[in-house]
């Protein structure tokens, strides 16, 4: 091999090389975008708390909610463990963190009027 043709060759390699760490560069900063829009779930001691059910295969209705609840948050241990209580039992449920979101339905009721509109079908021709 001469040197023009060694030369071109260390070119396209270089070239190669520019254009993976622009790949890398773009996969950074798009993993960077995407974490900054995760939302950390946190929940404090006395929080109420819906649990995912993951294990509810066969449904009677296929709008039934899979998610249950609510439920307290009595302790919360390393590793977002979680121990949770339902307000009529006394049994402790210790769950991880990715399967609980916080319940407003509380916050719901006392915070927010309702308007109640009733629809009435359009009066007809004959009428």
């Not at 249950?68 to 209580?85: D, S």
Request: glycine share 4%.
């Amino acid at each position: 091999m001469n040197f023009k043709e060694a030369g071109a060759e260390r070119k396209l390699q270089l070239v190669e090389l520019e254009n993976l760490h622009l790949e890398a560069y773009d996969k950074e900063k798009m993993k960077a975008v995407h974490d900054k829009h995760i939302k950390r779930r946190e929940f404090r001691l006395g929080e109420l708390a819906l649990l995912y059910n993951s294990r509810l295969r066969l449904m009677p209705g296929k709008l039934r909610s899979r998610w249950e609840g609510p439920y307290r948050v009595e302790k919360a241990e390393p590793y977002r463990v979680f121990h949770l209580c339902h307000p009529s039992s006394s049994k402790f449920i210790k769950v991880n963190g990715h399967r609980l979101k916080l319940y407003d339905g509380e916050k719901m009721k006392d915070h927010k009027e309702l308007e109640v509109f009733l629809l009435e079908d359009p009066p007809t021709e004959a009428e």
